[in-house]
């Protein structure tokens, strides 16, 4: 079975951001790019999936121009089998995301697409969802556990456990199906020198969305971008008695 | 302000079936309930999708569903309540209910569809959407027009201003809760309608191949993290699981919820459900009290819009105090407990 691992480039997670003067965008205070830590653990996921038999092929994908493709050399120095790239100068929104992905999954007739929850840049947690709709296929969002069920060797099935509000849930689905990962998935592992250092060599297959067949009309502008709102400063107080008067008297919340 | 086209003539705009002119503007909200009770998140969606001013449809799933179509009818500012009731729809399924929702939005063109931000709704809803051929909007904080919305991106870092340019298609959207807070609810003035799906529509669903296995549902007798007034939450500095009683304790005396920080669910001291941040809750309570938390930015995206900030923790310039009203900087073995009695002690003035 091949597997489809979707792979974002973002402002690493430890980056403070700000607003751009222009209201255009963010901007990153340090130069820092990094996959995004959902789509690292959707990788691992299916790393570790290939090591228990199951996944002959791991195909990581990225979409975007073309500075994106470092995370692809990192995708294969965890253990990527095969690097897709597909290229767009334009913005892509989820749901192109999306389409584009579903016709890479049709085309190489992969039997799993593994995809983080989020990206942690526009929080959409969105693309797999969508991508599960436009494959017909089942979904199982959230999961902090992924196991594969044999028993019925023509009909594979995924037992995923999901992290609902509340709660886990667990759902089994015939495969081919689209899964999303959550944090306590798995801990993703660290590349290795000589790892990193093959995958510099290796490949990376550039497509496109023409050659997709996709159009992409972007359905949402973003009109402008703007700071949250500052909070007051604060007081520091010196022991519990004034915390707890003044959260009596001033701030009456209690 | 509506941008048209220019290769779109007048004529067109107003015969296209499809065109958001033609269109009625009503809005349909997916009504999430659990144990035959309506969420309280979905009370939130039902208030932003006020704002626009348009008759509400809910849409009920499920199987047992008499109670909460009920309830929905008669305490909730809806004008109508549509119900779709079938034995498989029990566990409401994504695959199914996306169907069902894309299905009911088709037939009785809704120019917008609403869910609650919770992860019922951000499982169900992209997928109706993907199926609508419409690029939704995740966690609407406001509500500007009716094609217009605001969202926060970057762990809430940064609020973006987005609007629809396509002309078809409904607008699909999740809220975020704690931005539309409600205030308790008596019945409403007057009763909505209950209509029944037809079996059409239920018969049209596709068998899906997936199984609901079981669940594990965790229980505290505590009021729910998302909608508390008060908030307490700790974080690694607790240390252990045992040590989080202390927060129970507290939180029990005041009345209010107990929630994490991502370290001390890592480190296994409490569920995951409990997780307050950017992948977890977003919270906005009238009172949080971080506890032994240093404020990483993933967190603050999760509570930073609390009325009232206290942050206790021994560090001084964790980055927690910078968005704290009230910081003690204590350890915090000491000031829980006396933190607890000086609540007491207030309580029996």
Same mark, same amino acid.
């Given at each position: 079975m091949k597997i489809l691992v979707?792979?974002?480039?973002?402002?690493?997670?430890?980056?403070?951001?700000?607003?751009?003067?222009?209201?255009?965008?963010?901007?990153?205070?340090?130069?820092?790019?990094?996959?995004?830590?959902?789509?690292?653990?959707a990788?691992e996921e299916a790393v570790r999936l290939k090591e228990k038999k199951f996944v002959s092929e791991i195909?990581?994908?990225?979409?975007?121009?073309?500075?994106?493709?470092?995370?692809?050399?990192?995708?294969?120095?965890?253990?990527?089998?095969?690097?897709?790239?597909?290229?767009?100068?334009?913005?892509?929104?989820?749901?192109?995301?999306?389409?584009?992905?579903?016709?890479?999954?049709?085309?190489?007739?992969v039997g799993l697409a593994l995809?983080?929850?989020?990206?942690?840049?526009?929080?959409?947690?969105?693309?797999?969802?969508?991508?599960?709709?436009?494959?017909?296929w089942p979904?199982a969002?959230?999961a902090s556990k992924v196991e594969i069920d044999t028993s019925v060797p023509s009909k594979m099935r995924a037992v995923v456990t999901?992290?609902?509000?509340?709660?886990?849930?667990t759902l089994s689905m015939e495969l081919p199906a689209v899964i999303?990962a959550?944090?306590?998935l798995n801990?993703?592992?660290?590349?290795?020198?000589?790892?990193?250092?093959?995958?510099?060599?290796?490949?990376?297959?550039?497509?496109?969305?023409?050659?997709?067949?996709?159009?992409?009309?972007?359905?949402?502008?973003?009109?402008?971008?703007?700071?949250?709102?500052?909070?007051?400063?604060?007081?520091?107080?010196?022991?519990?008695?004034?915390?707890?008067?003044?959260?009596?008297?001033?701030?009456?919340?209690? | 302000?509506?941008?048209?086209?220019?290769?779109?003539?007048?004529?067109?705009?107003?015969?296209?079936?499809?065109?958001?002119?033609?269109?009625?503007?009503?809005?349909?909200?997916?009504?999430?309930?659990?144990?035959?009770?309506?969420?309280?998140?979905?009370?939130?969606?039902?208030?932003?999708?006020?704002?626009?001013?348009?008759? *509400?449809?809910?849409?009920?799933?499920?199987?047992?569903?008499?109670?909460?179509? &009920?309830?929905?009818?008669?305490?909730?500012? $809806?004008?109508?309540?549509?119900?779709?009731?079938?034995?498989?729809?029990?566990?409401?399924?994504?695959?199914?209910?996306?169907?069902?929702?894309?299905?009911?939005? &088709?037939?009785?063109?809704?120019?917008?569809?609403?869910?609650? !931000?919770?992860?019922?709704?951000?499982?169900?809803?992209?997928?109706?959407?993907?199926?609508?051929?419409?690029?939704?909007?995740?966690?609407?904080?406001? $509500?500007?027009?009716?094609?217009?919305?605001?969202?926060? *991106?970057?762990?809430?870092?940064?609020?973006? =201003?987005?609007?629809?340019?396509?002309?078809? !298609?409904?607008?699909?959207? =999740?809220?975020?809760?704690?931005?539309?807070?409600?205030?308790?609810?008596?019945?409403?003035?007057?009763?909505?309608? *209950?209509?029944?799906?037809?079996?059409?529509?239920?018969?049209?669903?596709?068998?899906?191949s997936t199984r609901?296995e079981?669940?594990?549902?965790?229980?505290?007798?505590?009021?729910?993290?998302?909608?508390?007034?008060?908030?307490?939450?700790? !974080?690694?500095?607790?240390?252990?699981?045992?040590?989080?009683?202390?927060?129970?304790?507290?939180?029990? $005396?005041?009345?209010?919820?107990?929630?994490?920080?991502?370290?001390?669910?890592?480190?296994?001291?409490?569920?995951?459900?409990?997780?307050?941040?950017?992948? !977890?809750?977003?919270?906005?309570?009238?009172?949080? *009290?971080?506890?032994?938390?240093?404020?990483?930015?993933?967190?603050?995206?999760?509570?930073?819009?609390?009325?009232?900030?206290?942050?206790?923790?021994?560090?001084?310039?964790?980055?927690?105090?910078?968005?704290?009203?009230?910081?003690?900087?204590?350890?915090?073995?000491?000031?829980?407990?006396?933190?607890?009695?000086?609540?007491?002690?207030?309580?029996?003035?």
């Amino acid at each position: 079975m091949k597997i489809l691992v979707a792979v974002k480039r973002v402002i690493d997670y430890a980056v403070p951001v700000r607003v751009k003067a222009d209201k255009s965008g963010v901007e990153a205070l340090l130069p820092k790019m990094s996959m995004n830590p959902f789509c690292e653990i959707a990788l691992e996921e299916a790393v570790r999936l290939k090591e228990k038999k199951f996944v002959s092929e791991i195909l990581a994908i990225t979409l975007g121009p073309a500075g994106v493709q470092d995370v692809l050399r990192h995708a294969l120095g965890l253990g990527a089998d095969r690097a897709l790239h597909v290229v767009s100068e334009q913005e892509l929104q989820p749901l192109a995301v999306a389409r584009l992905l579903a016709a890479v999954a049709k085309r190489e007739s992969v039997g799993l697409a593994l995809l983080g929850k989020q990206a942690i840049d526009d929080d959409s947690n969105q693309t797999g969802q969508m991508l599960a709709a436009l494959l017909d296929w089942p979904q199982a969002t959230f999961a902090s556990k992924v196991e594969i069920d044999t028993s019925v060797p023509s009909k594979m099935r995924a037992v995923v456990t999901r992290e609902v509000d509340g709660g886990l849930q667990t759902l089994s689905m015939e495969l081919p199906a689209v899964i999303t990962a959550d944090l306590r998935l798995n801990t993703p592992r660290f590349v290795s020198l000589p790892n990193a250092i093959k995958a510099k060599k290796r490949q990376i297959e550039q497509l496109s969305p023409d050659s997709l067949g996709v159009e992409i009309v972007p359905q949402l502008r973003t009109v402008e971008v703007n700071a949250p709102p500052l909070r007051n400063a604060g007081t520091r107080v010196s022991n519990v008695a004034e915390l707890v008067e003044r959260l009596h008297n001033e701030a009456r919340v209690l | 302000m509506m941008q048209v086209p220019r290769t779109m003539s007048l004529q067109h705009m107003l015969t296209s079936p499809n065109s958001v002119i033609f269109r009625m503007m009503r809005s349909l909200v997916l009504v999430e309930h659990k144990n035959e009770r309506v969420e309280p998140v979905t009370r939130n969606t039902i208030k932003a999708a006020q704002i626009l001013g348009y008759e *509400i449809t809910a849409l009920i799933v499920g199987d047992r569903v008499e109670k909460v179509a &009920k309830e929905v009818a008669e305490t909730l500012a $809806v004008s109508k309540v549509l119900v779709a009731k079938h034995s498989f729809l029990c566990h409401q399924l994504s695959e199914q209910v996306a169907q069902l929702l894309k299905s009911i939005v &088709k037939r009785d063109s809704y120019s917008h569809v609403w869910a609650p !931000g919770s992860t019922y709704g951000k499982n169900i809803l992209p997928r109706a959407a993907a199926s609508l051929n419409v690029q939704p909007v995740s966690d609407v904080v406001q $509500v500007v027009d009716k094609d217009t919305f605001v969202r926060p *991106i970057y762990a809430g870092n940064a609020l973006a =201003t987005v609007q629809y340019i396509s002309q078809e !298609g409904p607008r699909v959207l =999740t809220v975020r809760p704690s931005a539309f807070p409600v205030s308790e609810s008596g019945p409403c003035s007057s009763k909505a309608d *209950i209509l029944y799906v037809q079996d059409e529509l239920l018969s049209e669903l596709a068998e899906s191949s997936t199984r609901f296995e079981g669940e594990t549902v965790s229980k505290s007798g505590r009021p729910e993290l998302g909608s508390a007034k008060i908030v307490v939450c700790g !974080g690694r500095a607790l240390k252990s699981a045992k040590n989080f009683q202390m927060l129970d304790s507290l939180a029990d $005396v005041l009345g209010g919820a107990v929630g994490a920080s991502r370290a001390a669910v890592d480190a296994g001291f409490v569920p995951n459900n409990l997780q307050v941040g950017q992948t !977890g809750k977003v919270v906005a309570p009238d009172l949080y *009290i971080g506890v032994g938390i240093s404020g990483a930015i993933q967190h603050l995206a999760g509570m930073k819009d609390s009325k009232t900030i206290v942050a206790i923790n021994t560090d001084p310039e964790a980055p927690i105090f910078q968005v704290a009203d009230y910081g003690l900087v204590q350890d915090l073995f000491t000031a829980i407990p006396a933190f607890e009695e000086e609540i007491k002690k207030l309580q029996r003035a």
